[in-house]
């Protein structure tokens, strides 16, 4: 069964601080692996979208690693803000076009304290 | 640019009776997709629309319906309301199928069932 697994399931840390969310999937094959960002009460929104050749991109202070020889990619947040405080979802995408092949995580809910 | 646009945002109904959620999509997307988020399950894929044509359908049962419009607008119905389907509601859109591309989620409709 195709499974996307994210770690931890919350953190918080001080503003100012760095951090790294994980994420392990079983998906395969997979098109693309993407990083969306919820707040309280809001919908998803992208971060990052990357295919099975790239290893890594970045938005801002947001940068998305992928290795898909060990199935892992992880979220780092540099210098984090109070608006960091948001749920972060993995998704990994099937090879095809609907969003049938859409895998969601679960999420980690990060919060940012002062 | 309008984003999507999803109404109600909140609703209240009790056990037994139907609820009709809405969703526009942004100007020029063809494809809209529906998910409910609940606490426990994160998003689960509810089914997704194509030029009218509905693509693929989640693992719900068949209380769950929907319909997309010629102008993409889409529209989701929940009969015979329970419990458990208390949740946020989203829908996203994508320019075309959402699996290649990235999907812009509205805000959600926030549905309580007493």
């Known amino acids: 069964k195709n499974q996307v697994e994210q770690s931890p399931q919350s953190l918080i840390i001080l503003e100012g601080k760095n951090c790294t969310l994980q994420?392990?999937?079983?998906?395969?094959?997979?098109?693309?692996l993407r990083w969306y960002k919820q707040d309280t009460g809001r919908g998803p929104v992208s971060l990052t979208i990357m295919t099975f050749s790239e290893n890594t991109k970045s938005n801002g202070r947001y940068t998305a690693t992928l290795d898909a020889d060990t199935k892992q990619s992880s979220l780092h947040i540099t210098a984090s803000q109070l608006s960091d405080s948001a749920s972060y979802i993995c998704?990994?995408?099937?090879?095809?076009?609907?969003?049938?092949?859409?895998?969601f995580g679960k999420g980690t809910k990060l919060s940012v304290i002062p | 640019k309008a984003g999507v646009t999803q109404t109600p945002r909140y609703l209240i109904k009790t056990r037994g009776q139907q609820v009709t959620l809405s969703c526009s999509p942004i100007?020029?997307?063809?494809?809209v997709s529906w998910y409910q988020q609940t606490p426990g399950q994160g998003l689960q894929f509810l089914f997704e629309?194509?030029?009218?044509?509905?693509?693929n359908k989640g693992n719900f049962p068949g209380r769950f319906s929907g319909r997309q419009f010629s102008n993409s607008r889409s529209e989701m119905n929940v009969s015979t309301l329970e419990l458990g389907d208390s949740a946020l509601y989203l829908c996203?859109?994508?320019?075309?199928?959402?699996?290649?591309?990235?999907?812009?989620f509205g805000a959600g409709s926030r549905l309580t069932v007493l």
């Open positions: 994420c392990n999937y079983t998906v395969s094959p997979f098109s693309n």
């Open positions: 996203a859109s994508s320019l075309e199928r959402a699996g290649a591309n990235v999907l812009t």
């Open positions: 100007s020029g997307h063809r494809s």
């Open positions: 629309y194509f030029s009218e044509t509905q693509r």
């Open positions: 998704v990994v995408s099937l090879p095809g076009a609907g969003s049938y092949q859409l895998t």
